[in-house]
């Protein structure tokens, strides 16, 4: 039981790098969701999905691509890193109940990014 | 202005103290969550509420749909208490979330 695996837990790039972090869950959870962690802000959504080749912006999208072939995939594109993106992302995801039923997210470990 | 805003930022306590954080939200809900952040980054949730209480061991969660504020209660606190909590709510008009800033808590042996 896995939950929401992410990688890499780590990164750095250089300004203009492309890279991919991987998002897996083995719950079989329709939505999943990607964020960033700021100091001094909260979380804010990037982007997410609910369900295989869905995806939608969230509040912060810009510099950032997604994409969900599967259920079990979301992975986030950095298409060309800027310092401005290094931030801590967290992948989570959880079931989608009918309307008004709310169901516990999970999240994964976290990638702490850095572009220099 | 956040639509979630937590107190304190920061909270350091003697092991065994009573522990009460706060948030307070602006946007309609239909759930509130608390989150717990190890010192390690990872996220876990700790409480799913949309109304009333619940308690897991030393935590007691509560909220108060009408006055827009949630507690998160740690009786007994102790050191491996420490970590960031943080308050997340889902609007009511889809599936968005809205996180506060964090509290970080310290608990001294």
């Known amino acids: 039981n896995a939950g929401v695996t992410q990688t890499p837990k780590f990164q750095v790039l250089k300004t203009g790098q492309s890279m991919t972090l991987q998002c897996a869950q083995d719950?079989?959870?329709?939505?999943m969701s990607w964020y960033r962690q700021d100091p001094g802000m909260g979380l804010r959504l990037i982007h997410y999905?609910?369900?295989?080749?869905?995806?939608d912006q969230g509040e912060v999208p810009n510099g950032y691509n997604v994409s969900r072939s599967t259920t079990e995939d979301f992975p986030l594109r950095l298409l060309s890193a800027a310092p401005s993106q290094t931030s801590v992302y967290f992948c989570?995801?959880?079931?989608?109940?009918?309307?008004?039923?709310?169901?516990?997210?999970?999240f994964g470990q976290g990638t702490r990014l850095t572009v220099v | 202005k956040n639509e979630v805003e937590q107190s304190p930022q920061n909270l350091t306590a003697q092991e065994g103290e009573f522990i009460t954080i706060n948030c307070s939200y602006s946007?309609?809900?239909?759930?509130l969550h608390w989150l717990q952040q190890h010192p390690g980054g990872g996220i876990v949730s700790l409480f799913m509420?949309?109304?009333g209480k619940k308690k897991h061991g030393r935590l007691i969660a509560t909220i108060n749909i009408q006055e827009k504020h949630s507690s998160l209660h740690i009786t007994a606190s102790h050191p491996r208490d420490s970590a960031v909590y943080i308050c997340a709510v889902r609007s009511n008009t889809g599936n968005q979330f809205y996180f506060g800033t964090g509290t970080s808590l310290t608990v001294i042996p």
């Open positions: 946007v309609g809900i239909s759930a």
């Open positions: 509420l949309s109304s």
């Open positions: 719950m079989n959870h329709e939505y």
């Open positions: 999905s609910v369900g295989a080749g869905i995806t």
């Open positions: 989570a995801s959880r079931r989608l109940g009918p309307e008004r039923v709310h169901t516990e997210a999970f």
